[in-house]
């Protein structure tokens, strides 16, 4: 679930970005939207590209910047995980999760 939230929170600050289109961000900032070390942050970048649900291209060496393709649509992602708090018998959880990641 904390992979599903990461990637919910992603899509939530990039939401103007387009599902296949690279765009640049740096470990720096990806670090501020989840609140954690860049460490963690590298680590939950790779889980995201195993789950086929990013790409990620390091910058490598010092100015270049990341680049960050978005693969998976948030609302499969959302619908997938408040189906999954409901059959758990987490109904709080599920709402929760179509109060804070769900469109008006």
């Known amino acids: ?3 599903v939230l990461h990637f919910l929170e992603l899509r939530s600050v990039f939401h103007q970005e387009e599902i296949g289109k690279p765009f ?4 720096e ?3 501020g939207i989840w609140h954690c070390t860049p460490r963690h942050t590298k680590l939950i970048v790779r889980k995201l590209v195993e789950l086929d649900w990013i790409e990620w291209k ?3 060496g010092r100015g270049n910047v990341s680049v960050m393709t978005l693969y998976a649509d948030s609302d499969e992602i959302l619908l997938a995980e408040v189906k999954l708090q409901i059959n758990k018998g987490d109904v709080q959880e599920a709402m929760e999760l179509i109060n804070r990641y769900g469109k008006a």
Request: hydrophobic fraction near 55%; aromatic fraction near 0%; charged fraction near 15%.
């Open 1 to 3: 679930m904390v992979t």
């Open 58 to 60: 390091a910058g490598r």
């Open 29 to 31: 900032k990806l670090a």
């Open 24 to 27: 640049p961000v740096t470990i």
